[in-house]
């Protein structure tokens, strides 16, 4: 070799590395600080590059706002944080595969969170937030494992109102399917099996194809009607007589005896259309109390017997 005169040395070198030039479907992975490079199936690679937060050019990203503004409306009022954890309520009664009882699983959720207890720490890791409606507008998926264990301080939301609203919008859901979790994990699931159980439970917002969260970025429940209806086919096509039978003690039989103690009162005759197709109006002498029904069983199931009726 020919040795670099000394003036030279002190100058700028460039230095070359071999570099691999990436071809479709290939994957880099850090093992032990340096990178292999796996060859996987064309879906698996999709799906794999759908867990990075989306790449946006600039002008999606303002087309984009409306859509999420919208969520944010629509998801972070008290009227929402308030009806949402009841609603779930009776998605997560027919839909559960593990004896979800309302109200009470919910109330155990809920202790869980506030506790920060064993099987909610194993519902984290297992990826068991990740599916809510609001989280899809949160950097959830690239958490590492330190930001998932030690969460945020109080000065992070002081820095960002939005975040802890978000955060209080989640609370509701979140005890209902940390509620389904825990019931899974006593009854010997392992916790990946219970995170997803957990997350499969209502609706798992973050099952999205890449067509579709592109048109999730510009409307703004495109997705969550979209897997609404898909979860009850779903459902109704994997256990057809579990699910029917569920779906009419809880939804078909109470709507028809509320029709029949309602009917004959005239503030029920006086209550929009539309609240009696959302929600179940219980009349009292002195009140009315409506009641939120789940979005398509509710409606299904249970508004249209009403209005047969």
Do not use: C
């Not at 005169?5 to 070198?13: D, K, N, S």
């Not at 009022?77 to 009664?93: E, I, V, Y």
């Not at 067509?211 to 086919?233: S, Y």
């Amino acid at each position: 070799p020919i040795p670099i005169p000394l003036e030279l040395r002190e100058m700028t070198v460039n230095i070359f590395r071999p570099s691999m030039v990436r071809q479709p479907n290939v994957l880099t992975v850090m093992v032990e600080g340096k990178p292999k490079y796996f060859n996987v199936d064309p879906d698996l690679y999709r799906s794999i590059q759908g867990l990075d937060v989306e790449q946006i050019g600039t002008i999606m990203k303002i087309l984009s706002y409306p859509a999420k503004f919208l969520r944010a409306g629509a998801t972070l009022t008290p009227d929402f944080m308030l009806r949402n954890p009841f609603r779930d309520q009776w998605t997560a009664t027919v839909y559960s595969k593990h004896g979800f009882i309302p109200g009470i699983d919910l109330a155990r959720g809920i202790f869980g969170l506030f506790k920060k207890d064993a099987d909610y720490w194993l519902w984290r890791m297992g990826g068991g937030e990740h599916s809510m409606l609001v989280s899809m507008d949160r950097e959830y998926l690239q958490k590492t494992f330190d930001e998932v264990v030690g969460g945020h301080k109080a000065i992070d939301y002081i820095k960002n109102p939005l975040k802890a609203l978000q955060i209080l919008s989640e609370f509701g859901e979140a005890g209902t399917r940390l509620g389904e979790a825990k019931k899974a994990l006593s009854k010997g699931k392992d916790p990946l099996e219970s995170s997803f159980a957990a997350r499969e439970v209502t609706l798992d917002f973050a099952r999205i194809g890449s067509k579709t969260k592109a048109l999730n970025m510009l409307i703004a429940f495109w997705n969550a009607n979209i897997q609404g209806t898909d979860k009850m086919i779903r459902e109704f096509k994997t256990n057809p007589l579990k699910t029917s039978t569920k779906t009419f003690f809880v939804i078909t039989l109470p709507s028809i005896l509320l029709y029949y103690a309602n009917r004959d009162d005239k503030r029920w005759k006086e209550i929009p259309q539309w609240q009696k197709d959302l929600f179940w109006i219980v009349i009292t002498e002195k009140h009315i109390y409506r009641i939120p029904k789940p979005f398509e069983i509710g409606i299904l199931f249970g508004s249209v017997p009403e209005r047969i009726l």
